[in-house]
């Protein structure tokens, strides 16, 4: 790891514990709202970090704040202080693209042993500057001198490593953990290391220019001499891994990482489309969303992946770096393909119950940390959930359609075969035709869909569903997993294939329809229990089945209604159950918030069967949400509560934020109204019966692609029409307009 002159050996402090107990299913606790910290949010690949507004990570119980790099906690304390006392904020922002956090302070009134004044406030500005890069976390700060006298000025920077595992912060409490090392100190830096249980020895390296004036175990002293009006630099660089070497030119190494950065940056965000509309708040939301998106994505051996969130889901999740890249096809069809790869790339080929592997199962979610590696998790590849199979062969299908890449699909083919083949066996426990899950041992997770909390699924009365359990989004997704690889098939010459899964899908639609719907519902039930009874509770789940056109024309209307009537439509997006519902809890996980990529697809349903006004509502409730919320960033979730009038939503407290399918959500339902897919065979743009919602008097798309040709295109409001001309135009793409 670092390459730190071990002048001298200092024991560390022992760091604050991170976890309070034990916890079933591996839930978060609330000990702590993230809501009250709202603590700002870096990542690149691998490394995220959670600072305060002031720069800082303060540990403490529940704290999730520091720099944690393959779901290790690398640093869990840093704190500034100057003279001994907290600087006052001035500012904290990230930028717009996510690339750099800046904290802007100041001293407050400082007084000597005696009691006596002797620097009043704001006269030290101090303007910390931070980023991520190839795990390592750069800062430079920037002191200057306001007052009209020279100053001497001591800043210090306390630091600590607890090196907790990811369940740890969460709150899994170990029995027993590994060594902390004794702090290797040199001249301008120090090395805290910790070998865990697992025998690997993970290190934090802190590297400072210039050197400071004291420096210990926990903490660097610089005393600075500033003349009226000078400003000094400090730079440092926190380096986390198991023995890659620091920069022995910390100030270089910083303006280095800063090109290399931007540059990376700049490559990525120039390869997708682009939104501008009329409304410049929206716009806001707008490039958050794909800055958030832009920072989670991680480069694979297989190509760019969104993590899912932070801080508890940075890492590979199936299920939603796969809507996340549905949402995004139309914009960066790129990110599909990586996801593609990456996910073929782990498939399961072996049956094991610990993980809940089965041969051609998709992956669920895969841990780098200690425990994972230990075993005291079960998530180190782990693949618990039922429905990430199918959505990789429906993403599969629309990649194709999106792009006509078909040499990738090709190569993929044999893992579509293997995913298909586990929907006919293993998914279907019982060969009744729908897929069902059960995890296979105590340690899997309970319920396996997307919601899966212990309690999401129940029946009218309040009572849990035994399993196996069919859901009624997941039959959906395996009819819209049929229907891609039908298509494939033909694309790929297969016919005959193509003909079977026709016919599959077929009678799987028949069959949903008679199982699934209820009449006196109004919509489709949320599952079928382990004995074939239906959970007849009114749940967002029912709009995933407009979502893959799985249900029948004349039933469009009763879930559309029932969806968007008071009880489900909170105002501000559609509760994940309705009101009127036994379990029903506004503040629950995922018995009646609202989460954004749920309103998503369920408004890109509406729109498949021509309902793009209520989907318009959708996206109206989501902005209005967005008005209210730091950084215009649409969370995880939140709470369920009814929309009122000069209030705000109520916000979940340990949601994640940003969260990579929240994050795209607005550009999936911009896609839904305006109606737009692609023809690649024809070259084509085609905006169909395209609407704008009430906020919205015009959206313009750059750089949207078909083929090799690229084309900017604008939409505006004309009456109850809307008119779409073309402003910009390269290569061979035709834009049509059906109305």
Same mark, same amino acid.
């Given at each position: 790891?670092?390459t730190?002159?071990?002048?001298?050996?200092e024991?560390?402090?022992?760091?604050?514990?991170?976890?309070d107990?034990?916890?079933?299913?591996?839930?978060?606790?609330?000990?702590?709202?993230?809501?009250?910290?709202?603590?700002?949010?870096?990542?690149?690949?691998?490394?995220?970090?959670l600072?305060?507004?002031n720069?800082?990570?303060?540990?403490g119980?529940?704290?999730p704040?520091?720099?944690?790099?393959?779901?290790?906690?690398h640093?869990?304390?840093?704190?500034?202080?100057?003279?001994?006392?907290r600087?006052?904020?001035?500012?904290?922002?990230?930028?717009?693209?996510?690339?750099?956090?800046?904290?802007?302070?100041?001293?407050p009134?400082?007084?000597?042993k005696d009691?006596?004044?002797?620097?009043?406030?704001?006269?030290?500005h101090?303007?910390r500057?931070?980023?991520?890069?190839?795990?390592?976390?750069?800062?430079?700060?920037?002191?200057?001198?306001?007052?009209?006298?020279?100053?001497?000025?001591?800043?210090?920077?306390a630091?600590?490593?607890?090196?907790?595992?990811?369940?740890?912060?969460?709150g899994?409490? #170990? !029995?027993?953990?590994?060594?902390?090392?004794? @702090? *290797?100190? &040199?001249?301008?830096?120090? $090395?805290? %290391?910790? +070998?865990?249980?697992?025998?690997?020895?993970?290190?934090t390296?802190?590297?400072?220019?210039?050197?400071?004036?004291?420096?210990?175990?926990?903490?660097?002293?610089f005393?600075?001499?500033?003349?009226p #009006? !000078?400003?000094?630099?400090?730079?440092?660089? @926190? *380096?986390? &891994?198991?023995?890659?070497? $620091?920069? %022995?030119? +910390?100030?270089?190494?910083?303006?280095?990482?800063?090109?290399?950065?931007?540059?990376?940056?700049?490559?990525?965000?120039?390869?997708?489309?682009?939104?501008?509309?009329?409304?410049?708040?929206?716009?806001?939301?707008?490039?958050?969303?794909?800055?958030?998106?832009?920072?989670?994505?991680?480069?694979?051996?297989?190509?760019a992946?969104?993590?899912?969130?932070?801080?508890?889901?940075?890492?590979?999740?199936?299920?939603?770096?796969?809507?996340?890249?549905?949402e995004?096809?139309?914009?960066?069809?790129t990110?599909a393909r990586?996801?593609?790869?990456?996910?073929?790339?782990?498939?399961?080929?072996?049956?094991?119950?610990?993980?809940?592997?089965?041969?051609?199962?998709?992956?669920?979610?895969?841990?780098?940390?200690?425990?994972?590696?230990?075993?005291?998790?079960?998530?180190?590849?782990?693949y618990?959930?039922?429905?990430?199979?199918?959505?990789?062969?429906m993403?599969?299908?629309?990649?194709l359609?999106?792009?006509?890449?078909?040499?990738?699909?090709?190569?993929?083919?044999p893992?579509?075969?293997?995913?298909?083949?586990?929907i006919?066996?293993?998914?279907?426990?019982d060969?009744?035709?729908?897929?069902?899950?059960?995890?296979?041992?105590?340690?899997?997770?309970?319920?396996?869909?997307?919601?899966?909390?212990?309690?999401?699924?129940?029946?009218?009365?309040?009572?849990?569903?035994?399993?196996?359990?069919?859901?009624?989004e997941?039959?959906?997704?395996?009819?819209?997993?049929?229907?891609?690889a039908?298509?494939?098939?033909?694309?790929?010459?297969?016919?005959?294939?193509?003909?079977?899964?026709?016919?599959?899908?077929?009678?799987?639609?028949?069959?949903?329809?008679?199982?699934?719907?209820?009449?006196?519902?109004?919509?489709y039930?949320?599952?079928?229990?382990g004995?074939?009874?239906?959970c007849?509770?009114?749940?967002?789940?029912?709009?995933?089945?407009?979502?893959?056109?799985?249900?029948?024309?004349?039933?469009?209307?009763?879930?559309?209604?029932?969806?968007?009537a008071?009880?489900?439509?909170?105002?501000?997006?559609?509760?994940?159950v309705?009101?009127?519902?036994a379990?029903y809890?506004?503040?629950?996980?995922?018995?009646?918030?609202?989460?954004?990529?749920?309103?998503?697809?369920?408004?890109?349903?509406?729109?498949?069967?021509?309902?793009?006004?209520?989907?318009?509502?959708i996206?109206?409730?989501?902005?209005?949400?967005?008005?209210?919320?730091?950084?215009?960033?649409?969370?995880?979730?939140?709470?369920?509560?009814?929309?009122?009038?000069?209030?705000?939503?109520?916000?979940?407290?340990?949601?994640?934020?940003?969260?990579?399918?929240?994050?795209?959500?607005?550009?999936?339902?911009?896609?839904?109204?305006?109606?737009?897919?692609?023809?690649?065979g024809?070259?084509?743009?085609?905006?169909?019966?395209?609407a704008?919602?009430?906020?919205?008097?015009?959206?313009?798309?750059?750089?949207?692609?078909?083929?090799?040709?690229?084309?900017?295109?604008?939409?505006?409001?004309?009456?109850?029409?809307v008119?779409?001309?073309?402003?910009?135009?390269?290569?061979?793409v035709h834009?049509l307009?059906?109305?």
């Amino acid at each position: 790891m670092p390459t730190v002159s071990a002048d001298r050996v200092e024991h560390a402090p022992a760091p604050v514990g991170a976890g309070d107990g034990p916890l079933a299913q591996f839930f978060i606790p609330a000990a702590a709202s993230l809501q009250e910290r709202r603590p700002r949010t870096l990542k690149h690949d691998d490394t995220f970090a959670l600072f305060d507004h002031n720069g800082d990570a303060l540990a403490g119980p529940g704290s999730p704040e520091g720099i944690y790099h393959r779901d290790t906690r690398h640093l869990s304390h840093l704190y500034l202080t100057i003279d001994g006392v907290r600087p006052m904020l001035l500012s904290s922002t990230l930028r717009d693209d996510n690339a750099a956090l800046t904290c802007d302070l100041t001293n407050p009134d400082l007084y000597d042993k005696d009691g006596r004044l002797k620097l009043g406030h704001d006269l030290i500005h101090i303007r910390r500057s931070r980023f991520l890069w190839n795990g390592s976390c750069f800062e430079r700060l920037a002191v200057r001198n306001f007052d009209e006298e020279r100053r001497h000025v001591r800043l210090e920077l306390a630091f600590a490593a607890d090196f907790a595992d990811i369940f740890e912060v969460r709150g899994t409490k #170990r !029995e027993r953990r590994g060594d902390l090392h004794p @702090v *290797r100190i &040199g001249e301008s830096g120090v $090395v805290l %290391a910790y +070998t865990g249980l697992d025998d690997l020895r993970r290190e934090t390296a802190l590297r400072f220019d210039p050197a400071p004036a004291e420096l210990t175990a926990a903490r660097a002293v610089f005393d600075l001499e500033l003349a009226p #009006r !000078e400003a000094q630099l400090l730079f440092m660089e @926190v *380096r986390c &891994g198991t023995a890659a070497p $620091v920069e %022995a030119d +910390t100030r270089r190494a910083f303006f280095i990482a800063l090109r290399d950065s931007r540059r990376a940056l700049h490559a990525v965000s120039s390869r997708a489309a682009a939104v501008t509309t009329s409304n410049e708040i929206f716009n806001e939301a707008a490039r958050r969303s794909v800055s958030d998106l832009t920072m989670l994505m991680t480069q694979t051996p297989e190509g760019a992946y969104p993590y899912a969130g932070i801080p508890w889901f940075s890492t590979v999740f199936g299920r939603d770096a796969l809507i996340t890249a549905l949402e995004m096809l139309w914009l960066d069809p790129t990110l599909a393909r990586g996801v593609l790869r990456h996910l073929a790339a782990n498939q399961a080929t072996v049956s094991d119950p610990v993980a809940d592997a089965e041969p051609g199962k998709i992956l669920h979610e895969l841990r780098q940390g200690e425990m994972a590696e230990l075993g005291e998790v079960p998530f180190r590849r782990y693949y618990g959930s039922i429905d990430s199979t199918p959505l990789f062969v429906m993403l599969a299908g629309a990649y194709l359609e999106r792009t006509g890449d078909l040499e990738t699909i090709g190569k993929l083919w044999p893992n579509i075969e293997a995913a298909l083949g586990w929907i006919d066996t293993d998914g279907d426990r019982d060969g009744d035709g729908f897929v069902e899950y059960g995890r296979r041992t105590a340690e899997g997770l309970i319920n396996q869909g997307w919601k899966d909390s212990h309690d999401s699924v129940f029946h009218s009365d309040g009572r849990l569903a035994r399993g196996p359990i069919a859901l009624a989004e997941v039959q959906a997704y395996v009819y819209g997993a049929w229907r891609a690889a039908g298509r494939i098939a033909r694309a790929l010459g297969h016919f005959r294939r193509a003909k079977e899964l026709k016919a599959k899908t077929q009678l799987l639609r028949q069959r949903f329809d008679e199982h699934f719907f209820d009449e006196a519902l109004g919509t489709y039930v949320l599952a079928l229990d382990g004995d074939k009874k239906p959970c007849r509770v009114r749940a967002s789940n029912a709009g995933h089945a407009l979502y893959t056109g799985i249900a029948y024309e004349e039933r469009a209307a009763a879930v559309v209604e029932t969806l968007m009537a008071r009880s489900s439509f909170s105002g501000w997006g559609v509760r994940t159950v309705a009101a009127t519902e036994a379990r029903y809890n506004p503040m629950s996980y995922h018995n009646g918030s609202v989460w954004p990529h749920d309103n998503a697809l369920i408004a890109a349903g509406f729109a498949r069967y021509g309902f793009r006004r209520e989907a318009a509502r959708i996206f109206e409730g989501l902005f209005a949400a967005s008005l209210h919320i730091d950084l215009r960033r649409l969370p995880e979730l939140f709470c369920g509560f009814p929309r009122q009038r000069s209030r705000g939503p109520t916000f979940y407290p340990v949601a994640c934020s940003p969260q990579a399918w929240a994050a795209a959500a607005p550009l999936l339902i911009i896609q839904s109204c305006l109606g737009l897919r692609f023809e690649m065979g024809a070259h084509q743009i085609i905006f169909d019966q395209p609407a704008l919602p009430d906020f919205l008097n015009e959206v313009t798309l750059h750089r949207l692609a078909v083929g090799d040709g690229r084309v900017d295109v604008a939409l505006r409001r004309a009456g109850e029409q809307v008119v779409v001309n073309v402003l910009a135009r390269e290569g061979e793409v035709h834009v049509l307009t059906r109305t």
